[in-house]
């Protein structure tokens, strides 16, 4: 295939390394993960504080949103990924080539650490609403690192742990996994329904497990706002528990490249089958045709047998009438 301005997987060469169609893919990556990153921060923050009676909703149409433009929006240059689990699984499957996917991780943290680092610069601070705040809400984590803590547990006592977190993250990254190669062809490129069902796998994620965890789904927006939470004074710093935003992602995008390898192996199978099946029935057909033509040859063969075993009998009796009819004129004359 061709190195164009329309994502497809194309294999990397020595001599196309740094192309600029490259290049172009990358960008559009970095901008792609900064936008949708930049967008949850605000909402889980700003949004959260601004609409307390309604977080998971705007937490969960402001991240569908997110990526439904970022994908129409950057999506037909880079493939749309904006996500280290999806570019892991890419590789995996062979969907992205790994020269793509390895540069799509880098950059999509460096487009997490581009948002966070907006958002830090915008975020305003007061003595009763300081930066660790705003970090509770914003950040991924479990027990006093997460929104349910700083929601929830003041007046309740409530929070979820570690097995909480790992299993949310690793249920609701193999939905948007899952939606993302679902939609896709096999080099890359996306079916028109792919934006919308990218944005609904995000969007119910995000509602279902902001509380669990912050709703990470994606190792770059965990990273991200972590780097910035190591920074803000929070009683438990983000970094320690970022591990479990890399791991349970990865887990469950390997799983649904596991999954998607399977099902084109089996569908391999079965086409290499019907296609046996096809030309064994067609060398029947031909073999049928066969015999019936020689059965015709035989046919033809016998008619022409008989056909000469009559013909000196009709040669006879035709001399024979003839004989008498020339013995009759000559009687006649005499």
């Given amino acids: ?24 893919r990358v960008a559009a990556e970095f901008a792609g993960t900064a ?17 307390s009676n309604s977080i998971l909703l705007v937490v969960g149409v402001g991240t569908a ?11 037909r240059a880079s493939g749309g990924h904006f996500n280290p689990a999806i570019s ?28 966070a680092g907006v958002w830090y610069l915008l975020t305003p ?14 950040v991924n984590g479990f027990d006093s690192n997460n929104p349910a803590s700083a929601l929830l ?9 570690i097995r909480a977190a790992v299993a949310v993250e690793i249920i609701f990254t193999i939905i948007v996994v899952a939606a993302f190669f679902a939609t896709v062809r096999s080099n890359g490129s996306a079916h028109k329904n792919h934006s919308i069902a990218i ?9 279902a497990s902001f509380l669990l965890d912050g709703a990470g789904m994606n190792p770059a927006r965990s990273t991200g706002i972590a780097i910035i939470g190591h920074f803000g004074s929070m009683k438990v710093d983000p970094l320690t528990q970022l591990w479990v935003f890399w791991v349970a992602p990865f887990v469950a995008a390997a799983l649904v490249a596991f999954g998607f ?11 290499e089958t019907e296609a046996a099946v096809a030309a064994l029935r067609l060398e029947q057909e031909a073999a049928a045709l066969e015999e019936d033509d020689d059965i015709d040859s035989e046919s033809v063969d016998e008619n022409d047998d008989i056909d000469e075993q009559e013909l000196p009998e009709v040669i006879i009796e035709t001399d024979t009438i003839n004989e008498s009819s020339t013995d009759k004129d000559s009687q006649s004359k005499e």
Avoid: C, E
């Avoid at 390898?261 to 086409?271: E, G, H, K, N, T």
């Fill in 125 to 138: 601070t007061s003595q009763q609403i300081q930066m660790s705040t705003w970090l509770t809400l914003g």
């Fill in 35 to 51: 936008f949708i990153t930049f967008a949850i921060y605000a909402l889980s923050t700003w949004g959260t504080i601004i609409n």
């Fill in 1 to 24: 295939m061709t190195d164009n301005l329309v994502y497809t997987s194309q294999s990397p060469k020595a001599s196309h390394m740094l192309s600029p169609n490259r290049l172009v």
């Fill in 153 to 161: 547990g003041q007046n309740t006592g409530l929070t979820f742990g």
């Fill in 261 to 271: 390898i399977i099902r084109d192996s089996v569908q391999a199978q079965r086409a």
């Fill in 199 to 207: 944005a609904g796998a995000y969007g119910i994620g995000a509602m």
């Fill in 65 to 75: 949103l997110a990526y439904g433009v970022a994908s129409l929006t950057f999506g």
């Fill in 88 to 115: 892991f699984a890419g590789i995996l499957t062979g969907v992205t080539n790994w020269l793509d996917g390895i540069l799509y991780i880098v950059v999509q943290i460096l487009g997490a650490l581009a948002g």
